[in-house]
């Protein structure tokens, strides 16, 4: 590894939702502690890939990963070919020294592929229906492609501010 006097490495295992915020805690103390963190830099960054699905162990079954009106990437064909559990979303969030400041993504206007979505958690037409009708019905009458983004402007007077 070509590791050198004052060099560490660190391993973590297990469930990635316990020991990734772990992981992170970890690493961001070794970096206060030892100076290593630039505080006059402001340090941006895209995240793009987030997984549409996950795996709840709990229940034993795919879960949506983050939001669940955010478009597949691959659309209905990647609902209906793919393992769930490698599809993305269409989702992103724009990261500055470490905290979101931004998150977006394109929606899933289609009412099709959004049942089909839903149909993967165990979720039947009938529940999207009940449940977000308004939406359900309001893209039944059709919509353009569309997406967002929304910035967190508290968030971002705080890494102004040092806050």
Same mark, same amino acid.
């Given at each position: 590894?070509?590791?050198?006097?004052?060099?560490?490495?660190?391993?973590?295992?297990?469930?990635?939702?316990?020991?990734?915020? $772990?992981? %992170?805690?970890?690493?961001?103390?070794?970096?206060?502690?030892?100076?290593?963190i630039?505080?006059?830099?402001?340090? &941006?960054?895209?995240?793009?890939d987030?997984?549409?699905?996950?795996w709840d162990?709990?229940?034993?079954?795919?879960? $949506?990963?983050?939001?669940?009106?955010?478009?597949p990437?691959?659309g209905?064909?990647?609902?209906e070919n793919e393992d769930p559990?490698t599809?993305?979303?269409?989702?992103?969030? =724009?990261?500055?020294?470490?905290?979101?400041?931004?998150?977006? %993504?394109?929606?899933?206007?289609?009412p099709?592929?959004?049942?089909?979505?839903?149909?993967?958690?165990?979720?039947?037409?009938?529940v999207?229906?009940?449940? &977000?009708?308004?939406?359900?019905?309001?893209?039944?009458y059709?919509?353009?492609?569309?997406g967002? =983004?929304?910035? %967190?402007?508290?968030r971002?007077?705080m890494?102004?501010? %040092?806050?």
């Amino acid at each position: 590894m070509g590791l050198e006097l004052g060099d560490a490495v660190f391993f973590a295992a297990g469930d990635p939702k316990k020991f990734a915020s $772990f992981a %992170g805690e970890a690493r961001t103390k070794a970096g206060e502690d030892n100076n290593l963190i630039d505080q006059e830099s402001y340090q &941006f960054c895209w995240i793009v890939d987030f997984p549409f699905y996950e795996w709840d162990e709990e229940n034993k079954k795919i879960e $949506f990963g983050h939001n669940p009106f955010s478009m597949p990437k691959g659309g209905i064909e990647a609902l209906e070919n793919e393992d769930p559990l490698t599809i993305d979303a269409m989702q992103y969030d =724009m990261v500055c020294n470490g905290f979101e400041i931004a998150s977006g %993504g394109i929606r899933n206007h289609l009412p099709e592929t959004m049942v089909k979505a839903f149909e993967l958690t165990g979720l039947g037409k009938d529940v999207v229906e009940e449940r &977000f009708g308004g939406l359900y019905r309001a893209f039944q009458y059709g919509a353009p492609p569309h997406g967002g =983004m929304a910035a %967190g402007v508290d968030r971002i007077v705080m890494l102004l501010c %040092g806050a």
